[in-house]
């Protein structure tokens, strides 16, 4: 596509529901990521992924958190049993290589009530 | 490790005046540094990245960054700045694994 598409924009759930994030790169772009920015502030980063596989998976906060790339394309951020500390804007972005410039998506909205 | 600092949470200018915002490095070996600007209620935009070669980098909307090695330094800079270019700046690197590191994150503000 002609962006970084992302869904659902906005998502507002209980605490304690599963819930799950999708990216839509741009295609041809093997690399992907995902960040995490709370209230404006910094970005933190999640996971990486180069094709299939996640090279940097070192950002997760903990095993609540999962996410997996298929087909060199689509990737879904899993988020289980959500706590309010799970409420940010959660960034995906795209990029032709690692090292290459990052294309970003307008991010998913989680608020976990 | 490779890593980004940007020392100021906030800077005031007046419009019409310079702008800088300051980004300092850690790498080893040669640095690829970027810098991303985040407009109020969009979206990341890459604005400009050093590679190798000029000192001076050239970006979008009249920006400009200065690769200083001795001072290991990668400000960002505008001769003349508008109220528009309110918004949240990073500087960024990649990381040894292939992701990139951003920095905190300056606050610009702009005022008319």
Known sequence: GAGVSQSPSN???EKGKDVELRCDPISGH???????QSLGQGLEFLIYFQ???APDKSGLPSDRFSAERTGGSVSTLTIQRTQQEDSAVYLCASSADRGSVLTFGAGSRLTVL | AQSVAQPEDQVNV???????????????????LFWYVQYPNRGLQFLLKYI???NLVKGSY???AEFNKSQTSFHLKKPSALVSDSALYFCAVPG??????????????VKP
Do not use: H, M
């Not at chain 2, 040894?96 to 503000?109: E, R």
């Open chain 1, 11 to 13: 998502k507002v759930t």
């Open chain 1, 30 to 36: 093997t690399a992907l990521y995902w960040y995490r």
């Open chain 1, 51 to 53: 094709g299939n596989s």
């Open chain 2, 14 to 32: 007046a419009e019409g005046n310079p702008l800088t915002v300051k980004c300092t490095y850690s790498v080893s070996g040669n640095p690829y």
């Open chain 2, 52 to 54: 190798t070669g000029d």
């Open chain 2, 62 to 64: 009249g920006f400009e």
């Open chain 2, 96 to 109: 040894n694994t292939g992701k990139l590191i951003f920095g905190q994150g300056t606050t610009l503000q």
